[in-house]
């Protein structure tokens, strides 16, 4: 059973600590390093899932069923690319380029998403604001790149989906952006300290500014961690989204990569 938090406007499920990429399923001997597979291959089901986010206060009917089985599938893709063929990098991380190749060469997996584009961001591990000011400048990017992103669908075309796969101090996890509910989600399939195993969060679209800031708050409470990196690739179901990239993108791309100082007079609880 997941234990329930809620922060403000934010709902948490911790998971068993025995539900987590290294300890669930028949192939989590692999699973120390599988977090982005199983972040792409999560991302890939929800993506085919009629309708997985209903409402905020709720834990998705299928959670359990597709986190489990992401993980599962996410070790496996890498005990048969990586593990079998070089067990002397049996502790490599992926990027998220091989990570979908190494996932497309496991045919049965029918995997459909295309990454749209890549950025990056800067940080300063040493500011006492850092906290908030992180958290602030990753709502900027998404705030932008969702509202491009849906001006390139159009009315005709509009999309029900986009994901976003963050890399920070070697962890991958998956953030998802639901149209039709409203619905931010971030899932994140390390174990977090002794007790608590994956974790899900999930909040409305308005109120994305909260998941951000828990979520680098959770990075340094639980794992030390103030990376001063992040990188950020976005993803989508839509056949060819990569080659109708509005050339807009391609500049706002390389301004969100520019660290920024950022005052915000109202702090964030």
């Not at 961001?121 to 990017?141: F, G």
């Not at 639980?222 to 993803?235: A, D, G």
Request: aromatic letters at 10%; proline letters at 5%; glycine letters at 4%.
């Amino acid at each position: 059973m997941a234990i329930h938090e809620q922060i403000d406007n934010l709902n948490i499920w911790w998971f068993p600590r025995d539900f987590c990429q290294s300890r669930f399923g028949e192939f989590q001997q692999s699973g120390t390093n599988s977090c982005t597979l199983i972040s792409l291959i999560l991302a890939d089901k929800v993506a085919k899932a009629e309708r997985f986010y209903h409402r905020v206060s709720d834990l998705p009917m299928r959670g359990w069923e597709l986190f489990g089985n992401a993980m599962n599938d996410g070790n496996n893709v890498y005990h048969n690319v990586i593990t079998a063929n070089t067990p002397q990098a049996r502790n490599l991380n992926l990027n998220i380029p091989d990570a979908i190749a190494a996932i497309r060469s496991q045919h049965k997996m029918n995997f459909r998403l295309e990454e749209w584009f890549y950025t990056h961001m800067e940080a300063d591990p040493t500011n006492p604001m850092y906290n908030r000011n992180v958290a602030v400048q990753l709502s900027r990017i998404f705030q932008i790149t969702l509202q491009v992103f849906q001006q390139a669908g159009g009315r005709d075309n509009m999309p029900s989906h986009l994901f976003a796969a963050i890399i920070a101090d070697s962890r991958t996890v998956m953030v998802t952006f639901d149209f039709r509910a409203s619905i931010v989600a971030l899932f994140d399939s390390h174990q977090h300290g002794r007790d608590a195993g994956a974790v899900f969060a999930q909040c409305t679209l308005q109120n994305m500014d909260d998941l951000l800031f828990w979520f680098i708050s959770m990075l340094h409470n639980v794992y030390s961690s103030r990376p001063s990196l992040f990188e950020i690739s976005f993803l989508s179901s839509q056949p060819g989204v990569a080659k109708r990239i509005p050339p807009a993108i391609k500049k706002i791309a390389g301004e969100l990569k520019k660290p920024t100082k950022l005052n915000v007079p109202k702090p964030m609880n």
